[in-house]
């Protein structure tokens, strides 16, 4: 018990600061904005794998970690969709996911985000489509943010949860005038 | 067959197949692939990979008479079973054993038509999920559990099917196959000198092993020797991805027994690996670091130095954790005995890998049938025989700590001021090579085939999940449901690498 007192006390606090939201990973302006005011950054998030080759996974692991610490953000993964406000989707989507991806879908509480992850979740990436392969996972269910890379670094995907809970800036600035 | 070193290749009729399975088995051998091809421009044939004590050997049968069809091998190596199966379902290849369950095949495809057995696939129809017929456990207060695809967690789908007795758990069947992209029909849409991306991403947490199988393979049927130095920094690359994943798996498998802090220390010390590989090799996850003749980037002494520095302080750091998780009586209540595999029952099923060596399957490509630079680098072999998750934590620590090892010794030793790749010159169409990288999981098999022009005719990646899914549900007999996710973790098997 010493040891690991010890331990916690020598490595202190490394959570570091996370990034501004990225308008240019903002894929469709949600209708509902007040989605944003009733969540504030309080925010509980499903991922579904849709058939990735788990690389992504892997960076979603990291947010996690106690360098990125999205639990202190008041962001937490949680284990239904019914408990969700957020989907993060890998992709492609595959066939054999096509059912259980609309279902969670479907079974996520209105309003609700999508942000769709890595190259194959924004376009197929190296597995495209094909007979298997349905490729992007806007093919399937309505995607707000798209986050590429393969994988994405952790602060990419950060930026692009960040984004989809943050009301579009453009779209702000130009309200008033209309 | 050309690609790895001591794999030999053995032709035999198809009405011999048994026979050859049955000298491989009595011989203290092992299945590790099983895959069928054609019908393309020759006949059905299919091949399998064995592991036999003194190296590796591939046997090749071709149909009789053109009939898809071959004597079934699954009650001499269990494993054959669900390979057997994935072939009928990609390949129309029937065999003589008795399960004929679609396995690869839920909805995707219509029966009838087989993705690598016709140039112009049929789009199929969209069909309402199929039910699977699962074996029945029947008796007094026998109730069934189901779970997935998708998991409670970031995982990757797959289904699982509990027969419990309370909380005991008596038969868990796994139903695969949900993510199923068709991988093996797009590496025929690909250009063989660009089949190395693909592969890569065949299973992302192995993308260095699959990358370098798919390589090695592509340069031994070429007859490319790489330059020494790209050798050494594939397997710099490869011990990198073997640290990542044990301090990822070590972390969760503290998690899921209970422990927070394990996994709140590992991910940080993960973290650390990760960036160093950035600085020095300009990847997190080093999947386009391997590419055909050699490696992408060469490292430079500041690299060099980022990557020596993060590797001592992991050892110190790893060993003070090992401490804690030694001394900590819940974590190790947690631990030993469960999710046992004892070595009859590994031997019998054909456990390879990691999960293998916890259960007296001494077998490490590094060190059995090593390639360049691995004979001259001399990998200590870890292996325990007690088969319980603690075994395979166990394991995960002694690797860690040799991986740490290694890579210090390929920075320290590696052959400096040479080209850190070479060219390939064109496959001729129709040669085959076979790349066998020992993964952090295990063996990973790239079997490739040549085409006209550039063109890939056949790929077949394997990954050892196929070895290993099926004793997961023997593993799991007689423990308790809500121990499940830790023996799972002490897998940690894939998905996508099986799946395909």
């Known amino acids: 018990m010493l040891k690991t007192l010890r331990q916690i006390a020598r490595v202190g606090i490394v959570t570091e600061t996370p990034p501004a939201p990225d308008e240019e990973l903002r894929v469709r302006e949600t209708l509902e904005r007040s989605i944003r005011q009733m969540l504030g950054r309080a925010l509980c998030i499903r991922q579904v794998d849709a058939g990735s080759c788990n690389g992504c996974e892997l960076e979603i692991h990291a947010l996690g970690n106690a360098l990125y610490n999205v639990e202190a953000l008041g962001i937490r993964f949680v284990a239904s969709p019914r408990h969700a406000d957020l989907l993060l989707v890998t992709g492609p989507v595959s066939r054999h996911m096509e059912v259980a991806l609309r279902r969670t879908y479907d079974a996520t509480p209105d309003p609700k985000l999508v942000v769709a992850v890595?190259?194959?979740?924004?376009?197929?990436g190296v597995f495209g489509e094909g007979y298997a392969s349905l490729g992007a996972v806007s093919n399937v269910i309505p995607v707000d943010v798209v986050v590429p890379g393969c994988p994405p670094t952790p602060t990419r995907l950060l930026q692009g949860i960040l984004t989809a809970i943050t009301a579009p800036r453009m779209a702000s600035a130009r309200t008033p005038g209309t | 067959m050309a690609g790895a070193p001591g794999l030999s290749t053995v032709t035999v009729e198809a009405s011999d197949w048994r026979d050859a399975a049955q000298d491989v088995a009595v011989s203290g051998g092992r299945l590790l692939a099983l895959w069928g091809t054609g019908p393309g421009t020759g006949p059905y044939t299919v091949r399998m990979i064995v592991l036999v004590p003194d190296g590796a050997a591939v046997f090749v049968a071709r149909a009789e008479h053109g009939k898809p069809a071959f004597p079934g091998i699954e009650d001499i190596f269990p494993a054959a079973s669900r390979m057997q199966r994935a072939m009928r379902d990609l390949n129309g290849i029937e065999?003589?054993?008795?399960?004929?369950?679609?396995w690869l095949r839920h909805a995707a495809w219509s029966p009838g038509t087989w993705p690598l057995a016709m140039r112009d696939l049929p789009c199929a129809p969209p069909q309402p999920v199929q039910n699977y017929d699962f074996v029945r456990v029947e008796g007094d207060g026998v109730h069934e559990i189901a779970v997935g695809p998708v998991?409670?967690?970031?995982i990757e789908p797959g289904h699982f099917r509990f027969s419990v007795v309370g909380e005991k758990v008596l038969r868990l069947e796994e139903r695969l196959g949900y993510v199923h992209k068709g991988i093996e029909r797009r590496f025929g849409e690909t250009p063989i000198r660009a089949g190395h991306r693909l592969a890569a991403r065949v299973s992302g947490d192995s993308a260095v092993a699959y990358a370098w199988a798919y390589c090695q393979a592509h340069e031994g049927m070429t007859g490319t020797r790489i330059p020494d130095r790209a050798a050494w920094l594939r397997a710099l690359a490869l011990e990198l991805e073997r640290i990542a994943n044990h301090l990822g798996d070590l972390g969760a498998l503290g998690n899921d027994a209970g422990f927070a802090f394990g996994l709140s220390q590992f991910l940080r010390l993960k973290e650390g690996v990760l960036r160093a590989s950035?600085?020095?090799l300009g990847q997190r996850y080093l999947n386009d670091f391997v590419v055909p003749g050699g490696v992408r980037t060469d490292l430079t002494r500041q690299g060099a130095a980022t990557?020596?520095?993060?590797?001592?302080?992991l050892g110190l750091e790893v060993r003070r954790l090992r401490d804690?998780?030694?001394?900590?009586?819940g974590v190790r209540d947690r631990f030993l005995g469960t999710g046992t595999v004892m070595p009859e029952l590994a031997t019998r099923l054909g456990l390879i890998g990691l999960a293998g060596r916890a259960s007296g399957c001494a077998f490490d490509l590094r060190c059995d049938l090593p390639c360049e630079p691995y004979a001259a680098l001399a990998p200590r072999k870890c292996g325990s025989t007690d088969g319980d998750v603690l075994a395979r934590v166990a394991i995960r620590f002694d690797e860690l700590l040799e991986s740490l090892r290694l890579v210090q010794v390929i920075l320290a030793h590696m052959p400096p001021d040479d080209p850190i790749a070479t060219l390939v010159p064109d496959a001729a169409d129709g040669t085959v090579g076979i790349g066998l990288i020992e993964g952090w999981r295990g063996p990973v098999a790239v079997a490739l085939e040549a085409g006209p022009e550039g063109t890939i005719r056949r790929c077949h990646p394997h990954d050892p999940s196929c070895n290993n899914w099926p004793v997961l549900e023997h593993a799991i007999i007689g423990n308790i449901v809500p121990d499940f996710p830790l023996i799972n973790k002490s897998f940690n098997l894939s998905y996508s690498g099986h799946d395909l």
Not at chain 2, 151 to 154: K, L, N
Not at chain 2, 324 to 329: A, C, L, R
Request: proline share 6%; charged share 30%.
């Open chain 1, 118 to 124: 890595g190259d194959c979740g924004a376009c197929g």
């Open chain 2, 95 to 102: 065999t003589t054993d008795p399960d004929t369950r679609p």
């Open chain 2, 151 to 154: 998991h409670a967690g970031i």
């Open chain 2, 278 to 280: 950035e600085r020095a």
């Open chain 2, 307 to 313: 990557l020596q520095e993060c590797t001592e302080s």
């Open chain 2, 324 to 329: 804690i998780y030694d001394e900590h009586s």
